[in-house]
C-alpha cells in the first residue's frame, strides 16, 4: 500500500514562495486561445507605475483572482490581462522631486527629451514595484501579456482613437474654461478635481453706481481677489429691488473699469444680496453666463496662480495674499459692507491637493453628447449590469448631465497629442503618423506640446490590451471582457469612458458586468489615509499572518459595494482558520494506512453521519457555486469556512475516528477514509480561489490527479444517491448533542465525568435512528448510558431536559455535582447579581444621569440590566433544580 507524507508545522511564508514560483514555472496562468472553451476575461485595473501595494489593491485584486481562479477550474479559457499605467501627473511629480532633491535641478533645466528619458530610466527601476507585491498576494495574471500604456503597441492605438474621433469631428481645439492646478501647472478634467468643504467667508463689496455717488450695488462673494477680472454684475430680471439698475454701469474698485448689470434667469435672488460678479475667466458658471451676453473674459492670474499685470498693484501676489490685501483695502475705501462665515465646497487637485483655479485657456476637448447617448442606452437595456446595482444611477446621473472632457495635459510624461501647427499657413495638422512639414504649404511645422488626459489612454484599456486596431485572435475570444472589478470612487474617471470607447471602437460593449466594490476602512470606520497615519501595509500583514489569511479577511469582511472595516483581530482569525485545516489535514494523513484509491462505497456502505456529510457536502458545493456566479463572493467564502471548521472538522472527524481506530474496520474503515479523503480534496478546491497557497501545499500530499489544484477541476456532487431525510434526520441528532453539552456546561459538570442521557423521540420516524447510533452520543456528548424511551415509558423526575425538533433529552447529573459547593457557588453569583442590579437600577432612576447622559449611554445601562436579571432568574432556577437532587 502507498504511504503519504504528512504535513509538518504551517509556515504560510515558507509555502507561499515556494508555490507561486512553481506555478509560474508551470504556466498556470497563461493560458493560449481555445475557442472549444468558453472564454472568460477580466483586465486589471492599471495600477499606477508609480504605485505601491495599498488596501484597497489588495482587495480589488483579490476579488478579481477568485473569479479568475474559480473560472479556471470550471475549464474556461481563462485570461487575466495584467499591467501598468503611466500615470501622467503622479509619474512627472515624482520624478521632479526627485530631481530637486538629488541634483537641485527643474525638468526645465533638462529640457523635454532629456526630462522624458529620465522618467523612462526611473520606470525601469522602480516601475514594477507594484507587479511584484500584488504577485505576493497570490495574484494569478498572465504575466507573460503584462501591458503598459505607454508601450509600443499601445501608443499606435491611442494615436488611432485621437485621430478617429477628430476625423468625426468628437475631438476639437477650443478655449474654454477649465481647472487648473497651479501646482503641477496643467489643466484637469472635472472629474480629477476633488471637493472638500472649507470654513470661508462671503464679504460683500459694494461696488459705485456710475454717476450716481450715493448708491451701491453689493455683491457677495467667497473670491475677492477675482474681481479685477469682472465683466459684469448680473441680476435676476424678475428681483424688483433691481429693476432698474439693470443696463446701468458700475464702476470696479481699484481698476476704475466700468461694467454693466445685467439680467439672468440663473442668478439665485436668496443667496447672499441678489446680485452676482461676474468673471467669466475664473469662474465655470460665469463663463456660461458670459458666453450668452457676449461678455469679454479677462483673466487676472498667471498659470502658478499669482496676480497679473491686469491685477493692477496686486501683480506678482499668490492669490491668497492678494485677497488678503483687497479685502483691507476695501475696508480702508469703506466698500466693504460686511463679512460672513461660509462652509462651502472648494476644488483641490486629485493629485497634489493644490487649490485649483478655474482659468480660460486654448486646451482639446472630446465632443461628449454622441457618445453618452449609446453608453447610457447599453446600461438601460441591461446589456452591462452593475453588481450591486444601485450604481447604476451613479453612473447615469453623471453621463446625463455630462460635459465636454478637457484631454490635453501641460505635461512632458504622457501620449503627445498628435496635432501639428503651421508655422507659415497657421493650418492645424492631425495625424497618425509623425510629420516634419505642412502638407498645405510646405512650411515648417511644431508639434502641440501637451500630452493627452492619462484617462483617456486607460480608457481603451479593455481592447488595446489585446492589439486593437490589429483584428487579433484575443480580442475575438476574449472581448468582450466578462467583468469589470472595480472601487465605486472611479465610475466617472475610468468606467464610463472605457464603455464610450469600446462602443466607439470595438461596436461592443467591454464588459457584461461591473463589480463594484467599497473602500477598506480603519477599525474605526475612518478612511486610511497618511495624515491620519492609520494605514495598514499589506504587506506587513502578509508577512506576519500570510496572503492566505489577509484574502479571505478581506473577501469576508466584503459584500458588494459596501465599505468594510479592517480588524487585524480578523486577520489573526482567518490564519488560525488556515491552521486548523492544515491539522485537521494532519489528522487525516495520519491515518491513511491501508487506504486504497480505487475503492469506491456504495450506497449500502454508508452510516448515518457518512449520508449526512454527503447532503451537507453537495448543499455547499452548489451554494458556494452560485454565490460565486451571482459575484456574492463573501457569502461563498462564509459558506466554504461554515464547511470545513463546523461540518467537517468539529463533526465529521469526530464521528469517523471509531472506525479510523478500528484496523479491521474493513469496507466501513475504507468507507470512512474514502469521505474524509476526497471531501478534504474537495474542500481545499472549493477553498482555493480564496486561500490559494494553503490549499495547493495540503492538496499535493493528499491523493490526487493531476500537478496542481491551480487547474484541478471544480469540486461537482458526489455520486451517491440523494438521502436528504437521513441527513434531516442527523441533524436532529446533532442538535440533541448540543443540547447535552450546553446542559453540562450550564450546570458546571466537569469535563471528563460522564452522564446517563435518555432519548425519548416524540417524532416516531426518529426512533429507529436513535436507537441504532446511540453511540454518537457516548463519543460526542460524554455520555456513560444511553437509553431511549418509546411514548408510552414514564418520562424521567430529577433531570434536566433539552428540547429538540422530534426529540426530547434527558441528562440525569445526580452524583455529578457537588451540590454543596455549586450551591455555594450560586449564593456568591447571586450576591454579585444584587449589587450589580442594585447600582444600575439607581443610576437609571437618577433623574440627572438621565438628562446628562447620551442616549446610546442609557441604552447601554438599560441593557446591562436586563441581562444581569436574566443571569439572577437563571441562577435561581438552577438552585431549585439543585434541591431535586
Known sequence: MKTYENLTTYNPGDIEKKWYGYWEAQGYFHEEVDSNKPPF???????????????????????????????????????????????????????????????????????????????????????????????????????????????????????????????????????????????????????????????????????????????????????????????????????????????????????????????????????GTGCVKITPAHDPNDFEMGQRHNLESITVMNLDGSMNALAGKFEGLTREEARKQAVAELKEMGLLAKIDDHDHAVGHCSRCHTIVEPLVSKQWYVNMEPLAKPALDVVYDKSIEFVPERFTKTYTNWLENIRDWCISRQLWWGHRIPAWYCDSCGETIVSREDITECPHCHGTVTQDPDVLDTWFSSALWPFATMGWPENTKELEQWYPTSVLVTGYDIIFFWVARMIFMGLEFEKEIPFKHVFIHGLVRDSQGRKMSKSLGNGINPLDVIDEYGADALRFTLVTGNTPGNDMRFYMERVEANRNFANKIWNASKFVLMNLDGYDESFVPTDADLTLADKWIIESYNDAVANITANLDKFELGEAASTVYDFIWNTYCDWYIELAKPRLYNKEGGRDRATAQYLLVNILRHMLELLHPFMPFVTEHIWQHLPHEGDSIVVAKWPTA????????????????????????????????????????????????????????????????????????????????????????????????????????ERERINKEKEQMKKEISRLEGKLNNQGFLDKAPEAVVAKEQEKLAEYKQKQQALLEREEFLKTL
Open 41 to 271: 476575461s477580466i483586465v486589471l485595473p492599471p495600477p499606477n507605475v508609480t504605485g505601491m501595494l495599498h488596501m484597497g489593491h489588495a482587495l480589488d485584486n483579490t476579488l478579481q483572482d477568485i473569479l479568475i481562479r474559480f473560472k479556471r477550474m470550471q475549464g474556461y479559457n481563462v485570461l487575466w490581462m495584467p499591467g501598468t499605467d503611466h500615470a501622467g501627473i503622479a509619474t512627472q511629480i515624482k520624478v521632479e522631486e526627485m530631481l530637486a532633491k538629488n541634483e537641485g535641478k527643474s525638468r526645465h533645466d533638462l529640457g523635454r527629451e532629456k526630462f522624458v528619458e529620465r522618467v523612462w530610466e526611473w520606470k525601469k527601476e522602480y516601475g514594477d514595484t507594484i507587479v511584484k507585491q500584488i504577485r505576493s498576494l497570490g495574484a494569478s495574471c498572465d504575466w507573460s501579456r503584462e501591458r503598459f500604456t505607454l508601450d509600443e503597441g499601445y501608443y499606435h492605438a491611442v494615436r488611432e482613437v485621437f485621430v478617429a474621433l477628430y476625423e468625426k469631428g468628437l475631438i476639437y481645439r477650443g478655449e474654454r474654461i477649465t481647472n487648473w492646478c497651479p501646482r503641477c501647472n496643467t489643466a484637469l478634467s472635472d472629474v480629477e478635481v476633488e471637493h472638500e468643504d472649507e470654513h470661508g467667508h462671503l464679504w460683500y463689496i459694494n461696488y459705485p453706481v456710475k454717476d450716481d455717488a450715493t448708491r451701491f450695488v453689493t455683491v457677495a462673494t467667497t473670491r475677492p481677489e477675482t474681481m479685477f477680472g469682472d465683466v459684469a454684475v448680473a441680476v435676476n430680471p424678475d428681483d424688483d429691488r433691481y429693476k432698474d439698475l439693470i443696463g446701468k454701469t458700475l464702476v470696479l474698485p481699484f481698476v476704475n473699469r466700468e461694467i454693466p448689470v445685467i439680467a439672468d434667469d440663473y442668478v439665485d435672488s436668496s443667496f
Open 718 to 821: 458526489l455520486p451517491f444517491t440523494e438521502q436528504k431525510e437521513a441527513a434531516r434526520q442527523m441533524q436532529v441528532m446533532m442538535d440533541a448533542i448540543k443540547g447535552i453539552r450546553n446542559m453540562r456546561a450550564e450546570m458546571n459538570v466537569p469535563l471528563g465525568k460522564k452522564a446517563e442521557v435518555i432519548l425519548a423521540p416524540t417524532d416516531e420516524s426518529l426512533m429507529d435512528t436513535v436507537s441504532a447510533h446511540g453511540d454518537y452520543f457516548v463519543t460526542l456528548a460524554w455520555a456513560e448510558k444511553v437509553t431511549i424511551l418509546n411514548s408510552t415509558d414514564a418520562k424521567p423526575e430529577n433531570a434536566t431536559v433539552t428540547v429538540v425538533n422530534g426529540l426530547e433529552v434527558y441528562l440525569l447529573l445526580k452524583d455529578l455535582i457537588d451540590a454543596d459547593k
